[in-house]
């Protein structure tokens, strides 16, 4: 696979999906998905800890999938570990050769399934930004030297529904300061309201790729409108989803519509299949994204 920073740089439509490493030592299955998927998809995020639920740690993961010839964004909350902690991991990274890194704060352990952990957030996701590209530069976020340095692909995760926008896009030109040099998005189901942050965040002239959660049912839709902040699922979608007699190929028909209605919009898409990641390559192709 061709690394992600080059087909960044290239200008080319790009396609990240979500993997989650297990809750377990059984890597397997999530191997396979990827190893099914290279052909179509440029990059793998590898979750850390997803929905605040115990899981290995995406480093491992990540570092057998390079050993595969796969390409994995190593994804690092700022929920669970300090900066000293965090900093370390970073250094881990790319001496396993794990060379692509998005940052985000993460779910607070109160929703996941260790509720009475102790949340960190030490640092926040621009805070890291700048501590990975100190690193880069020799380094650490004390100032202390190095001995050797690392060289990542730095990526954010931006809310383009998000109540302020204004607020939104401004948290994003900080991360874009701080060394971001692309960003996934959350789910996107309203693409005129995507076009509104489309427009708002062009001028900081930065790959944006549009996140894309295929539906599965209305029950669904209807928990992201009441839980996941930043996701708003139009009503028509939930009925359209909630009416269907063969849910997966609406699903697809819907998500490759969204898929359509982005064009021009974004640099590529970030795929969140959670579960049906056997469904990427029908969806893309249905989109006319990938042959």
Known sequence: MISLEKVLESGKFVVTCELNPPKGTDLGPLLDKAQR????????????????????????????????????????TTRDRNRIALQGDLLGAHALGVHNVVFMGGDPP????????????????????????????????????????????????VNPGASDLGEEIARMDEKVQAGA?????????????????ARAAEPLRVPVLAGIIPLKS???????NAHVPGITVPE???????????????????????????D???????????????????LLTRAGIRS
């Open 110 to 157: 109160s929703t996941g399934d260790h509720p009475d952990a102790k949340p960190v957030f030490d640092v926040y996701s621009s805070m890291m930004l700048k501590a990975a590209k100190a690193l880069q530069n020799g380094h650490d976020m004390a100032g202390n030297p190095l001995s050797g340095s690392p060289r990542f692909c730095l990526g954010a995760v």
């Open 218 to 224: 209305a029950k669904q839709a209807q928990y992201m």
């Open 37 to 76: 998927l290279e052909n179509v998809v440029d990059a793998f995020n590898l979750t850390d800890s997803h929905a605040a639920h115990m899981a290995m740690t995406p480093l491992a993961a990540a570092h057998l999938m390079v050993d595969r010839g796969l390409e994995p964004i190593l994804q690092i």
């Open 181 to 197: 040099s692309f960003f996934q998005t959350q789910a996107v189901y309203d693409a005129a309201a995507f076009e509104r942050f």
């Open 236 to 262: 028509a979608v939930m009925r359209e989803i909630g009416a269907a007699d063969d849910r997966v190929a609406t699903s697809l028909a819907m998500a490759a519509r969204t898929i359509g209605q982005l």
């Open 264 to 282: 021009g919009m974004c640099q590529g898409l970030h795929i969140m299949a959670i579960g049906w990641e056997a469904h990427i390559p029908a």
